[in-house]
């Protein structure tokens, strides 16, 4: 492993120098004070990250999967209906998992490349006159697909409707990259991860949960433990955990969201539409589409890029990874082998993101199909150079 | 925070150089087969470390208490009956759980000190004649009384019942510093974490199913989505994981392991009778006593020492604390105030427990016990050259 | 600092993560036989790098510079004469060193681009009937003007001209990127440092010396402490150092000898030229001249760019580190202004190379200069995947 | 090497964590202003660490005996007179240094464990009435014997006898440990290094020069290139070097300054006297006594302690290393075999010089020695305990 080149999956992502640092942390008592110098700043952070002047933050030694689990079992029960679109992967595993703890899902099947139909979400919520549905799901930006939604539309829905289901948001890949607002939104529970926007190892599941959310889990019947947020909560009172905290990404969480705060939100997320812009550029250069249906969707985080008919967007990535040692995402699901996908979130520079874009000119070159070299580099770089 | 001192909790522990760099570790694909070179090798030491030639091995971003969870979801069902002994903190949380999630505990209220009452296990198994008992619980070492029990007896009872309840032993304060014996012992599902006996930060759940633990998955019906074994397995098969894997963590748990077998396991666990045995003469010239009620269950990882009546054992946690930059335990539930807690597992040398000694000798001192000073570093120091 | 972004100088080189592990080391007792362990491996592996089997090996906690001090004052006294040419600010730097020693210095004035005159050291040290003339200095690779020079060509003069002076070579950017052949061109003392070839940071002074050289030694008055290499050989002996050595910088350097004769220093060299024929691509077609007067000069460690008249080509560099976060070589001496460099040597991939690349380009568009944008790009693209 | 143990060597010290993380440093270009942003704060804290108002800092890829050379060749010429003490293996190093530069040394050979003889010095220097005498070499704190001298006194002979002879002193194991006082003393040039009270690894020469030692530097004949401070100033001025600095080391001397600067000076050198105090205690208690002859030379970096006759004190050197990986200092030149040496210097705590006192007593025991095992950890820790 010879880590010369950075990564261009969307998350986990590349990892700044003083993150690693932040993380590699000693052993520390996690039962002593030291520990709520780092848990408390935190948890601060991360409420201005989402936006939120109200919204109780939790973080467990876990993943974004676990931060679903931590909004669905905290609130839930089994036999409650939930409302979800699927339009990718992620939005895919999210109905999964309530299947499996038994809630009943009404499904909106959406094309992968859309956004989600909030237009439907009214139309069900409307519909469901004695309010049967207890929360609404959405993920903020489909990772497999590139594609970004309006929860501010999905908000909406439920307003017209006076309903009072819970807002459920999956901003795994968005949040800390993109303009997610949890307050404005009226989002009730947002869930993400450390190794997108914040830039960190995988680990910390990060969860934000509304007043409503929190009054939501004394009457909620799932089972659970570990992801139980009234044990989190007390302990947190306590400078401490219900069990042994993950310190060191903690600690390199504190520095992350330093360091995003720092930059100031409107600068990172700039910053990630200027990127973003650079690789639309040459995809356009290509002569390519995004599986993404429209700019309104696209994504600021990750392109999913399809490629011709017959051709397996796979061997890209794996071409880029075994001839040039360079990472990029397949397409998942739906869109296997129909995408390949570039990550461009995170701490990404120009002149990164112009090695990356390189290199799936070389990689497509090689596997025959009709790009110029250079081509989608010049239009990147114009785009850099007349934005920097 | 100097990190100048090294730290006497029992877990998480001192983390190696090694270590602490093979944790630090850029960004992969953890989609690719680098991963696969981290993954594989991890499961089969593990599988080593566990004594055990069958057990399959599975890795959470969690802690151990995700482990527990682990245990009981993937192989219960609501309404299952278990057995477990309450002899400490852990065991009692244990319990916790498995009523939270609906299951019938039959619980042996055990003095906090003794071990786990393999005679009691044994009565109760064998009138449950209609083996409605579908799991026995074990800690094999309580890690808030330091003190370890019997895991060959408890199998006994079982097969001398001819019972064939599941027997799931939480190994957390054991595995990797003290004897396990997975196969001999019958064990079915073993559970740890990465920060105790592995040297490694909080962040792993480690558990090991038996193929009889692996046969109970199919008629579980406890939800489960993040812990699911199934997806797990599936997810090994292809290189991957169900979610992100925290990489480093796992790099580092191939490094732990690496360094534990090339040390040799039976070494590992004899230098960890050794530097105890220091820590127990230290005690014992000290003229105080263990929690542990007798010799056969005293913990080779952790020492909870009985101060006077009227006299608050968690001042001398604070003092060492505050005053020398030293960190112990403090006595959970029922020993809370009447206990302090010397953690000697991991990567602790003799030189580094006498600084620890010496240390609770000060606090000690200072909060006027009536202590020699030197004298229980000297009892130390005669146990650690003569056996060096 | 942000260090998201390769160096593109000509040292220090970009430092990849496993020897910024090696050199991060705690302390140990350097007077132990713990520090032979690191010492007596880092003086063979070095003599392997410098293709010697005889090469006695001196590494001083200082730098290239320093290297020379050591070659000159070892061996040479007050009044002594040496040879030498200059044609490059390295060159030039080392024949002031020999004057500020009283050294006499003959000096061939040669054009900054060519590399050295061998045909002009064979006539005047034929005309040097009595061996008036001690040593010879030759700059393998002048880092100044990106030009390698023929050094066997060197030797040859020296054996045709039946001539004793001792051939001092300067190795510093080509030793462990460029083929350097100690025993067959008959070197009698190499000087390099840790941060070029070995991708170390600054720190160690490197030199190896042949048996002549170290014949030579006895009779030099030269004064010297610091750079003795007679204490530095007597502390060998005892696996010590005359003073407090740079351990950690050493422990990089065995690391880092390692790490080029497990990949075979012949596939090293091809790796440099293949990354710098990249290089040289783009250059051509941005329709620019290397400093370099022909390719048999070219050097494969660094390329000195010439700009057209009038332009400052060091406004190339301050743009790009100012706009870009890219660190490229301003001109030195002579060619100042006139000249940016690219380094191309050490821990590079293809892919990185061409990020510096597109920066260049960019940063010339934007400073006015007829250049298309993602024309060498597609160049080096080209050289590159037909290479792979 | 398992780098669990803390060392007790005099130097190389323990290296905190955050200087460890500050050294660790990606390649950053030096010749860009980013390398000035380190650069200079570093000489503008050393300065204070001297305090000098007046200092010129000199900061040399190189060792504390680079700095000697550095003080010697700028600022004398072949044939010039010093005047110098021998009481311990530095100063007798630096009259040796003096000799091989054709320097004339009167010496004034001094019992090793007693201070530099001022009044010896006194009369020297007034019978110097022509004023041969350039320069008087002053080493404040003898690594080898654990002396340390009155330079106040040494200024008063000088000033006593009017003589205009230069003051050089060697401060390599007191500065930043032990009040120096540059100004105060009319120190002309001091020399330090890294890997002492600075707590780096070894790897740079510090030096300060007076406005008068700065003045000497035009008329000094002394041949140097490598530790020429006339380029170094010149390099200084252009935020760069005379060759390639060892950034990650300088960026750790900024940290490292910060951090004593932060603590307070006086603060810092209390903290060495307590550790001192409590090593001292405890050879006190064990009936043994130091290579120092009086309390006022009593040296609060390292402490050298006498063995009984026919006992060889390396055997507690070389028992500490094999059987219980701990350093210590073995006795140089005319002490050797008859003390061992405890280095209580840069970061440690009290619970760490315990594990180093309970070690020595353990291989004492060992030996044979009449120690009784926990008297001079008694000792210490009563020392360490009222004054916490």
Redesign the interface.
């Known amino acids: 492993?010879?880590?010369?080149?950075p990564?261009f999956?969307p998350?986990?992502?590349?990892?700044?120098?003083s993150l690693?640092?932040a993380?590699?942390?000693?052993?520390?008592?996690?039962?002593?004070p030291?520990f709520g110098q780092i848990l408390h700043p935190v948890r601060a952070n991360i409420q201005k990250v989402l936006k939120s002047k109200t919204a109780e933050v939790f973080i467990f030694?876990?993943?974004?999967?676990?931060g679903?689990?931590t909004a669905l079992t905290n609130t839930l029960s089994?036999g409650d209906k939930v409302l979800a679109a699927r339009n990718g992967m992620f939005s895919h595993k999210w109905i999964?998992?309530c299947q499996?703890?038994?809630l009943g899902v009404t499904i909106v099947e959406t094309p992968w490349g859309d956004g989600l139909p909030a237009e439907r979400y009214a139309e069900i919520l409307a519909a469901d006159t004695n309010h049967q549905i207890k929360a609404v799901l959405a993920t903020h930006n489909e990772t497999a697909t590139g594609v970004k939604s309006d929860i501010a539309a999905v908000r909406k829905a439920l307003d017209d409707a006076k309903h009072p289901a819970l807002l459920f948001v999956d901003g795994v890949s968005s949040i800390g990259s993109m303009d997610f607002r949890f307050d404005d939104w009226g989002v009730d529970i947002a869930v993400t991860?450390s190794?997108k926007g914040f830039m960190l190892?995988?680990?910390l599941a990060i969860v934000g949960f509304s007043p409503k959310a929190m009054a939501a889990i004394a009457k909620a019947t799932?089972?659970?433990?570990?992801?139980?947020v009234r044990d989190m909560s007390k302990g947190y009172d306590a400078n401490a955990y219900?069990?042994?905290?993950?310190?060191?990404?903690l600690n390199g969480l504190k520095a992350s969201t330093d360091m995003l705060l720092d930059e100031g939100l409107d600068n990172v997320f700039a910053r990630h539409t200027r990127i973003a812009n650079g690789v639309r550029a040459a995809i356009s250069a290509w002569g390519m589409d995004l599986c993404a249906t429209s700019p309104d969707v696209y994504s600021d985080t990750v392109s999913a890029i399809k490629t011709p008919d017959g051709f397996n967007a796979s061997d890209i990535v794996d071409l880029a990874?075994t001839?040039?040692?360079?990472?990029f995402?397949?397409g998942l699901g739906e869109v296997a082998g129909k995408v390949f996908r570039i990550g461009h979130l995170g701490?990404?520079?120009?002149?990164?993101a112009?090695?990356g874009i390189?290199?799936a000119?070389?990689c497509m070159?090689?596997l025959g199909l009709p790009i110029?070299?250079?081509?989608g580099?010049?239009a990147a770089?114009?785009t850099?150079?007349t934005t920097?």
């Open positions: 492993m010879s880590f010369q080149n990564v999956i998350g986990p992502t590349n990892i700044p120098e690693r640092k993380c590699d942390m000693p052993t520390i008592d996690h039962r002593s030291l030694p876990s993943t974004g999967t676990g679903w689990e089994a999964d998992m499996r703890h038994k991860g190794q190892p995988a680990g799932l089972p659970r433990t570990f992801f139980d219900p069990y042994t905290p993950a310190v060191g990404l990874a001839k040039y040692g360079v990472a995402g397949t701490s990404l520079t120009d002149v990164m112009l090695s390189a290199t000119e070389m070159a090689d110029t070299l250079g081509s580099v010049a770089q114009e850099y150079r920097a």
